[in-house]
């Protein structure tokens, strides 16, 4: 089957994100946080993020943690049994942050992406949680939610080879039998990847241990301040929206601007583009 769609295009004013019951009886502790940017503009890199993606890597790397160590990190622990909880094994499908942990405990560096995928991987790091940016327009409702098997998912850089996750494994899935990662948050799918130029976000941190709440609202308050020092708090207030997902409230809705033409500061727009110099986009 051919999938020549490579990213979502139609806007959504509405989106609502919800967690399914089974997935919280199998992980009670899993809180889901949300920040909602209504149109931002993505640039190749800010000096900014580049200094705090750096600086997570050096505290990594000044740690000495092998990949057992960082296998016993609280956040990363929790999504552990928190993958084995939903029938994942952890050792071959680790987390998102767990993935990236490895690397940099390894002495390496990640490779840059651009300006919001390199603020959510230095978060990512800071926090040992899982951290990404989802490009939403044109959808109106998310789900993390067991998959039935019938969902169509687009692999990150391969969209003409679609996959079908296996019945159980949870998903991010959309009304239209998307869905838009696999084992939860081990993969992001291609359709929602945050590319350069100008986009309808979802930002999201995750957690699986108790007493999680406390950091994942401690990596929105991190993501929300990075967004106002490189946008310099320009944006209406009512610009970006904020969401925590849990067991005594595990739906939300978020109300969002269409993405349009309006320059940043219209419609809730806002860019990060290089510091001292406008904002560039290229396809």
């Not at 943690?65 to 071959?92: Q, S, T």
């Not at 978060?123 to 039935?148: E, M, N, Q, T, Y």
């Not at 391969?158 to 084992?183: K, L, N």
């Not at 269409?258 to 001292?276: I, N």
């Amino acid at each position: 089957m051919r999938n020549t769609m490579t990213q979502l295009s139609e806007g959504a004013d509405r989106l609502a994100v919800r967690v399914d019951d089974r997935v919280l009886t199998a992980v009670p502790d899993y809180i889901l946080g949300l920040i909602a940017v209504p149109a931002v503009e993505v640039v190749p890199e800010h000096p900014v993020v580049a200094a705090m993606l750096t600086a997570a890597e050096d505290a990594l790397h000044t740690a000495g943690l092998d990949k057992a160590g960082v296998a016993e990190l609280p956040g990363i622990a929790a999504w552990r049994e928190a993958y084995r909880a939903v029938g994942v094994n952890p050792n071959r499908f680790p987390c998102a942050a767990e993935s990236i942990a490895r690397r940099v405990a390894k002495g390496d560096r990640l490779p840059r992406i651009n300006s919001l995928v390199d603020l959510c991987n230095s978060i990512s790091l800071g926090s040992a949680l899982p951290v990404a940016s989802c490009a939403v327009a044109g959808i109106a409702d998310l789900v993390v939610r067991p998959a039935d098997g019938t969902e169509t998912y687009l692999p990150l850089g391969a969209p003409d080879e679609p996959e079908r996750p296996e019945p159980g494994e949870v998903v991010y899935a959309d009304a239209d039998g998307r869905a838009h990662s696999r084992r939860w948050n081990w993969r992001q799918g291609h359709l929602v990847r945050t590319d350069l130029g100008r986009h309808r976000l979802l930002l999201t941190v995750e957690a699986a241990h108790p007493g999680g709440r406390a950091d994942v609202e401690a990596a929105l308050a991190r993501l929300t301040a990075a967004l106002d020092e490189l946008t310099g708090a320009a944006s209406p207030a009512t610009a970006r929206q904020q969401l925590v997902l849990d067991r005594a409230a595990a739906t939300g809705v978020l109300f969002t601007a269409p993405v349009g033409d309006p320059s940043p500061g219209e419609l809730g727009g806002v860019s990060l583009s290089s510091a001292g110099s406008p904002g560039r986009t290229r396809p």
